[in-house]
RNA sequence: GGAAGUAUAGCUCAGCUGGUUAGAGCAUUCGCUUGACGUGCGAAAGGUCCAGAGUUCGAAUCUCUUUACUUCCACCA
């Protein structure tokens, strides 16, 4: 039997799919080698979160990346792709809360210690679902290699760099206003809040002087602050205010005097031009506070409920302390109006509460100098931003760059190496927990109970997962990193970050590119969220069609930074392309002789159709090549796709059909060769994107075949290169496509075959023609060919097919519609007539011809010369027929 | 308030540094058991490349303006 007889009609990823993966893995094809004869090229994962379940975005993300590292380890670089996953320190957190408080426990209840064993238990049993997952979307991630930000290695670099930063006061711990969210009980940074626009209400208050003098309304859209008021400010400017500054005003419900104050911060026009200062509760009010030196009142504590310092409202809820407040004031007749107002308010970005900034005592990292290397290293093109236009979004961000709140009121995470002295107050911060206070000697020290933010550890993914601090030989082979592929959505919380900390910590860039994509969206274009219901599991899809075709429908048509949307259409068409490549091995294999000798092969018996394939897969191979070095993965793979498909199958297959059918022809061999040679090239370039199917296909094409995936990328040949074959077979396609087009239009049945005469002015076309009889025979219902230098014996009602060159002939007696074929060969000549005065007046345009490039000048002359060759023939067609 | 992106066939989208009779997939219409594939083959229909101006010999492509949608940043109580 044949081997492409064994192999089944339909492909079935399926079966294919788990064991070809098994077999790379166990062949350790994934391993990044350190070898000095080749060059490395590293790839660091966007570590996904262990609480994380596979979505499409890491089914984009993980493509790019498994397409990048197989082209490169073919072209013969030392690849690695190193993988691993983050800690996510407040998602998972609330996991684990989450699980206690079904037990009826709390993190307090049971604490720390336990609550980490927890955690590390709860890690041990589902963080790795993620990872099993990245596996089946055919990633060639190096495993052996695979890190945890809370490993033991990569927490020493964190705590190695805490205690750089803070050693160089780029870490400090300050007293600031910080947004914090009472639900996840933290404060986050800047970055952590979503604003969205609300619809809430502006509050106009009148506060009573306390001469007797009147009142003063101010305007507030948070009425419960009003309890921490410490005075009311106006601009120095404003005209109304002016005679008031200085005078003391009734705090209403707390009953207490504050000042009128005049501060520059006032928007006179804004609401009723006076502003209450609560210091604790707002970060203008805040910097006003400190001008003025006016004290800070806290009214809530961390879980949103108004303080002791509240008065009567101290244990409510900070909603429903404003409620009651409202009610009160209205009670008082200090309620002026209440006015709709639309106005944006922060969200905690996982739980979506609202957040409320408020001062503490926390951990920042000083950025001003820590971004100005960061800038550089982009603006100076070491790192390159793919599209470039993100350039521009992360100098904007840099340039006004604010410190990084970087603790966090959380248990699971890195703990914050700061230790303070009972007796003298001091902080020590050290790389290994100190016995005593360094400043007084004291034993009596306790940690800081506080964790840090996950990003700090993600920001140096790219160096602490090759081993640094230490220098290790992989840090050394492997870094910096080649490509960073991640979605723009986490250009600062991540990108961003690992830039800086590089520049700092390492003196070099992270990496040198990096690759932004866009969001995967539903169909309707609509983000993909689990409150919607709109997600699509990445898992059902490969069940369905493979993930060949889940990994070409993400990439195909798609260009880097921007939104796509998925369409389950798309994967289908994946699928019925790798059931085409698969059905092309099949028929290239039932078509080989036993064993083919292509050691035997005779490049002197090569055909045109072998030579212009040859040329036009050589081509395709400096093309996709070079568009894959861009990033232009897309247009890489449409390339592929068209080559695969409408050149090689549509043509190539059927061009040489004859040759492979008749077991005595010249040049079977041959034709077997070129099947097989284009076959496997155009398989390897397929390969980064469609692993699989190439896969089992180049095990079917080689019994004794290694693995395509370690097998070499294909090198342009400069030798191999056939324009005159090339335009021959153009030609006779372009013959085909017409006279099927006609035969259509007529509706001529395919059993009723034409005898063609082909009426060649032009030798070399004559040439051209006379070679492909058997080709007009197997692929334009023609019964025979003759060519000829005149029309002498052509029937006056034969349809006929019009070329450069050339006229084809075809008597189909009573089948042809005289009148619609004048109409047919009439719209014919008013396009040509139309095309023609166009090209005309390109090259009558001295302009035009004195300055466009030569070979532009060039390509319209001969665009009009075979347009006219056409025209001519049609108009004399047209006139044979007129006069019949 | 700043900034960016997008706008091309009924739908989803390609079209790099200006030169194509403006492309693909899906959908539509018509025809096909042609010895790999109906997850296929063949043929067709379908577009003022958002609108307007400019640069140029030449613009879907570059510049400006307008409109619509999307996103990011900042944020006035």
């Not at 979503?194 to 002087?209: L, R, T």
């Not at 993930?547 to 259409?569: H, I, K, M, W």
């Not at 698969?582 to 028929?587: D, I, K, L, S």
């Not at 980064?688 to 995936?709: C, G, H, N, R």
Request: charged share 25%; hydrophobic share 35%.
């Amino acid at each position: 039997m044949k081997k492409g007889e064994s192999m089944a009609k339909v492909y079935e990823p399926c079966n294919a799919e788990k064991q070809i993966y098994e077999n790379w893995e166990r062949k350790g094809y994934f391993k990044g080698e350190i070898d000095h004869s080749k060059k490395p090229f590293t790839i660091v994962i966007p570590p996904p979160n262990i609480t994380g379940q596979l979505h499409m975005g890491h089914a984009l993300d993980e493509t790019l990346q498994d397409i990048i590292i197989r082209f490169k380890r073919m072209q013969g670089y030392s690849a690695l792709w190193l993988p691993g996953t983050d800690h996510a320190s407040i998602a998972t957190e609330a996991k684990i809360v989450d699980a206690l408080a079904k037990e009826g426990l709390t993190k307090e209840s049971i604490g720390r210690e336990e609550f980490l064993k927890r955690a590390w238990a709860w890690k041990k049993q589902y963080g790795n679902r993620i990872v099993t997952q990245l596996r089946s979307l055919g990633s060639s991630c190096d495993w052996s290699r695979e890190r945890f930000t809370m490993d033991e290695g990569l927490s020493r670099a964190v705590r190695e760099v805490f205690v750089r930063l803070y050693e160089k006061e780029l870490i400090y711990k300050g007293e600031r206003i910080t947004n914090w969210c009472p639900c996840c009980n933290t404060s986050i940074s800047d970055i952590e809040i979503e604003y969205s626009e609300d619809d809430g209400f502006f509050w106009h208050i009148s506060y009573p002087f306390a001469d007797g003098s009147g009142a003063l309304t101010i305007a507030t859209t948070r009425p419960e602050t009003l309890l921490g008021d410490v005075a009311v400010a106006v601009n120095p400017e404003d005209e109304k205010y002016r005679n008031i500054i200085g005078k003391m005003l009734i705090l209403p419900l707390v009953n207490k005097e504050i000042p009128v104050i005049a501060d520059g911060y006032v928007d006179p026009t804004f609401g009723t031009g006076a502003v209450k200062i609560t210091p604790a509760h707002d970060p203008n009010d805040y910097e006003v506070g400190k001008r003025h030196d006016l004290p800070v009142v806290r009214i809530m504590d961390d879980r949103g409920y108004i303080n002791e310092n509240g008065g009567k409202y101290a244990g409510m809820e900070r909603s429903e302390a404003r409620k009651q407040i409202v009610e009160d004031l209205k009670a008082l007749g200090l309620l002026v109006k209440i006015e709709p107002h639309k106005h944006n308010v922060g969200h905690c970005q996982r739980c979506h509460t609202v957040l409320e900034p408020f001062v503490s005592n926390q951990w920042y990292v000083r950025m001003k100098p820590l971004a100005g290397p960061a800038i550089d290293a982009v603006r100076s093109g070491k790192i390159k931003f793919v599209p470039e236009r993100f350039a521009k979004i992360y100098y904007n961000w840099m340039e006004n760059i604010q410190d990084w709140c970087i603790s966090r009121q959380l248990w699971w995470g890195h703990r914050i190496p700061a230790f303070y002295c009972a007796s003298c107050g001091h902080i020590t911060v050290s790389r290994t927990d100190p016995e005593k206070c360094e400043c007084c000697g004291s034993t009596e020290l306790t940690q800081d109970p506080d964790t840090l933010d996950t990003w700090f550890s993600s920001a140096l993914w790219p160096f602490s997962t090759l081993g640094w601090p230490d220098e290790t030989e992989d840090l050394k082979y492997f870094y910096p990193t080649d490509v960073l592929v991640t979605g723009y959505d986490i250009i600062f919380f991540w990108v961003a970050r690992m830039i800086f900390s590089a520049c700092e910590q390492m003196g070099e860039v992270p990496f040198r590119t990096v690759l932004f994509h866009g969001l995967v969206r539903d169909s309707q274009g609509r983000k993909m969220s689990k409150s919607l219901g709109n997600g699509i599991d990445p898992l059902d899809v490969i069940d369905k069609f493979g993930t060949d075709a889940l990994r070409f429908s993400l990439v195909t048509g798609n260009s880097p930074g921007n939104d796509q949307r998925y369409l389950e259409e798309k994967v289908e068409a994946a699928r019925n392309f790798a059931n085409k490549i698969w059905n092309a091995t099949r028929f290239v294999l039932i078509n080989f002789d036993e064993d083919p000798d292509f050691g035997k092969i005779d490049p002197a018996r090569f055909t045109t159709e072998d030579r212009w394939i040859l040329s036009a897969s050589n081509r395709l191979v400096s093309e996709v090549t070079e568009n894959l070095e861009k990033f232009e993965l897309g247009v890489a793979l449409s390339k592929v796709y068209d080559f695969v498909w409408d050149v090689y199958c549509d043509w190539y297959i059927e061009i040489v059909k004859p040759r492979l059918f008749d077991a005595g022809n010249e040049s079977r061999l041959e034709a077997q060769y070129v099947l097989n040679e284009v076959l496997v090239k155009c398989m390897k370039l397929l390969h980064p994107f469609m692993p699989f199917v190439t896969e089992a296909i180049y095990q079917k094409l080689y019994a004794d075949a290694e693995s395509i995936m370690i097998s070499k990328w294909p090198e342009c040949d400069a030798g191999c290169s056939y324009p005159g074959e090339e335009a021959a077979i153009d030609y006779m396609i372009e013959a085909v496509k017409r006279i099927r087009n006609i035969r259509h239009e007529m509706n001529v049945p395919s059993s009723k075959k034409a005898h063609i005469t082909a009426v060649c002015s032009d030798p070399s076309k004559a040439t051209i023609l006379s070679s492909c009889e058997t080709m007009l025979k197997n692929l334009a219902y023609c019964a025979g060919l003759t060519v000829q230098n005149d029309r002498t014996g052509i029937a006056s009602d034969a349809a006929s097919v019009q070329l450069e060159g050339a006229v084809l002939y075809m008597p189909l007696e009573e089948l042809i519609d005289v009148e619609k074929e004048i109409q047919r060969l009439t719209a014919e000549k008013e396009n040509l007539e139309k095309e023609i005065a166009r090209v005309s007046a390109k090259l009558a345009n001295e302009g035009f011809v004195s300055k466009a490039p030569a070979n532009v000048v060039e390509g319209e002359r001969a665009k009009l010369e075979k347009y006219r060759s056409i025209y001519e023939s049609t108009v004399q067609r047209l006139r044979d027929m007129n006069e019949r």
